[in-house]
């Protein structure tokens, strides 16, 4: 496997190979992103300045037949939380780099002018390309499909990220073709749209490069897991992330009204039950894998009821974010919203965060749809004053309006569940290195870091700091193997990725080598945010969720705000 720096201003191209005795031998996706950025990014930089480097990279298990390892993670400066960021990514072009023998590519330095990057067999071209630019992601893939062929893989940015709007996202083309996967928190598009590149196009190898040392270990150990998955996530796999709006709304912890609320009164329109209707009855597609290797296959393709294809994959944290948090109770209208987001390349989450604060100022009218859609097809993809207001994301438009209530954290907007119901959500959120990521540490209703540990009742303190911290742990793992985090965050699945690592690459790591990698993940990351003034001061939630309840409920958040800042002191003594 090598490393591909491109230096944008020279258009130079270096190749950097990653031996065994490498430091990042046992770092991929995440852990690699990571990893460069705090060893060569200055901490104090311009986000969106010369020297911020923006990192694609590819997981330790990537190419090889384990479930769901086919995830791409993109990493930089974050413009949004001024710190170190990471999102991850399914759809195409992850597999393709890897059958490449390509970890990682590493985009230095900026282009003065619009680029589209090619990767062929051996060559790697940097290609003037104007005539992409402006394009929404939509009519930018089918003109690269038209040139490259349709088996291409595509990583791209919309107009927010050409205008550099903080909240704007990298997209992927899924199995499908449509651009609908994207790597999205963090504003990394934006970072992408300052290096002035459009779109990175890998052509399908024709030999792979992926080697395993022993296939035959190796499928020991990834299929039965394989088959487990698909056996006992039947019902996920139908329903996919929106299963989740109606029981989230029944705890009272999903956002509704700029998190006024936790429950929503017209929630059975826009159910999980209700999309499932919707997509069966006009012959729209369920249980779509999001990359090649997903056996889980929880993504959706939506059609309009004239059979047009909407988007694919309507998900929860889109859904919530744009529906009960904006009052909105219409599929349809979500879909569109969720189309118009993915093609001009803005984070669903960010912006339904953003779009709730001026609604909750008093700009917008609750509910009001078309407003929205004028937001991200008119001033967005113009690029008008309106549209920066809405395209550099919550934290900004909030204090452009002086909003009372700012759901961010670190600079980035919450997602879909309210910490005061979720307690060890709401830990997740305020100790992140990555702001407020359930991503990093999904501590979803149902969901435990070890079959051997009792982390408590989902809405009281007990145990939650226990819980949101191996969680991250186990978290930063499964994204350094370039794992959907869906697979399972969890001590028991160590062990599984220890022996698929182990075959793969000839080595003998325990389940506690593994367990490693991932706590120096999170150490080099608070590293970077440290030197970057991001320090565990900031370690906390926004005050409203502490002096309002949430309703129906009635529950606040209620950690303590020094044990928020002790939280990672764990690092070196805490016992799995």
Known sequence: MKIIRINLESNEINYEEISRDSKYFLLGARGLTSQIVNDEV??????????NKLIIANGILAGS??????RTSIGAKSPLTNGIKEANVGGRPAMMLARYGIRAIVLENQSADLKIISIHENQIKILPEEEYKGLGNYKLHKKLKNTYGDKIGIYSIGPAGEFMMRAASVAANDLEGYPSRHAAR????AVMGSKNVKAIVIIPPKVSRVKIHDIKKFREVSKPFAQNLANTKQVFSTFGTPLMMRPMNEYGGIPTKNFHMGSFDKIENITGEKLHEIVTARGGKKR?????????????????????????????ETMALNG???LIDDIDSLAKIDHLCDDVGIDTIEFGGTVGVAMDCGKIDWGNAERVFEILDTEIRNNTAEGQLYGNGVKIIGKTLKAQRIPEVKGQGISAYDCRVFKAMGVTYATSPMGADHTSGAAIAGRVASQHKNYGELTKNENKFDLSFELQIYTAV?????????????YENMEIIA???????????????VIKIGINIIRTELEFNEKAGITHEMNDIPEFFRTESSEPTGLKYTFDKDDLKAFWSRLDTHEF
């Open 288 to 316: 779509l894998a999001c990359i090649p290797t997903c056996v889980i296959k929880c993504s959706n393709l939506v059609l309009d009821k004239y059979g047009n294809h909407i988007t694919s994959s309507l998900e929860y």
């Open 478 to 490: 499964l994204d350094s193997m370039g794992c959907c985090y869906f697979i399972g965050p969890s």
């Open 499 to 513: 022996n698929a690592i182990n075959a793969m690459y000839n080595l003998n790591l325990t389940r506690d080598d």
């Open 42 to 51: 200055p901490p104090n930089c311009d986000p969106l300045g010369t020297k």
């Open 324 to 326: 009960t948090n904006l």
């Open 186 to 189: 963090g504003g990394l598009g």
């Open 65 to 70: 037949p384990f479930p769901n390892s086919a």
